[in-house]
């Protein structure tokens, strides 16, 4: 416990001292919030500190500083006003494909399934190359099962661009694959999915579950 403690004073102090070192970035404050939000109180952690590292980081981007502030709700479990933070900071910067991600994740959170749809589609038609449209409209087809043939169409869209280090990983695109094909009821190619998802990943204990569950052919 005691060096458990000590790391996280060593890990407080460096990005402290990092804030102090750049006060006008947004990247070593938003790190400090973080650790503010998530360290237990003996540890320093605070959500007014936080909540200070957000307002500071507002004053240097406003945008961020909605991203900030969502973050700080999500923890205080307030999701619905995380959503609309989200959406004002996407709303100041759509180019920054992190707050138009998790929009769309709060709407799948909600399950307004209709919204997440037209808002991963309105990705994918701005930006066809946007790995992360493509890989969301599929699981958004998936967790509703509905619209399943544009959610398989969207998941081979995504295995077939270059991957992207930000993205899911492929196995768990041709997991959600499996999945999605299970709904249309093809299910040799369900297995031929999950079978490319555990030969990528064999400890994909998901995958290796929802094989075994399928029908006998």
Same mark, same amino acid.
């Given at each position: 416990m005691l060096r458990k403690l000590s790391v996280a004073s060593d890990a407080h102090d460096a990005l402290y001292r990092a804030v102090e070192l750049e006060p006008n970035k947004v990247a070593p @404050?938003? +790190? *400090?919030?973080? !650790? !503010? *939000?998530?360290?237990?109180? %003996?540890?320093?952690?605070? @959500?007014? #500190?936080? /909540? /200070?590292?957000?307002? /500071? %980081? +507002?004053? %240097?981007?406003?945008?961020?500083?909605? +991203?900030?502030?969502? #973050? %700080? *709700?999500?923890?205080?479990?307030?999701? /619905?006003?995380?959503?609309?933070? !989200? #959406?004002?900071?996407?709303?100041?910067?759509?180019?920054?494909s992190a707050y138009r991600l998790q929009v769309g994740l709060l709407l799948q959170s909600f399950e307004h399934w209709g919204l997440a749809f037209a808002h991963f589609t309105d990705w994918s038609n701005a930006d066809p190359g946007a790995t992360a449209a493509w890989y969301q409209l599929g699981r958004t087809a998936v967790l509703s099962a509905e619209r399943t043939d544009m959610g398989i169409a969207a998941l081979q869209r995504f295995l077939a661009l270059p991957e992207d280090v930000n993205d899911p990983h492929p196995t768990d695109a041709w997991f959600r694959l499996g999945q999605a094909y299970e709904q249309a009821g093809e299910l040799i190619k369900s297995r031929h999915a999950h079978e490319r998802a555990l030969g990528l990943d064999p400890d994909n204990s998901a995958a290796a579950e929802a094989m075994a569950n399928l029908p006998a052919q």
């Open positions: @404050r938003h +790190a *400090l919030m973080t !650790y !503010y *939000l998530v360290a237990p109180m %003996i540890a320093g952690g605070s @959500r007014a #500190r936080a /909540q /200070q590292q957000s307002e /500071q %980081i +507002a004053k %240097i981007d406003a945008a961020a500083g909605h +991203a900030a502030h969502a #973050r %700080i *709700l999500l923890h205080d479990g307030d999701d /619905q006003a995380a959503l609309s933070a !989200y #959406r004002r900071a996407f709303e100041l910067r759509p180019d920054r």
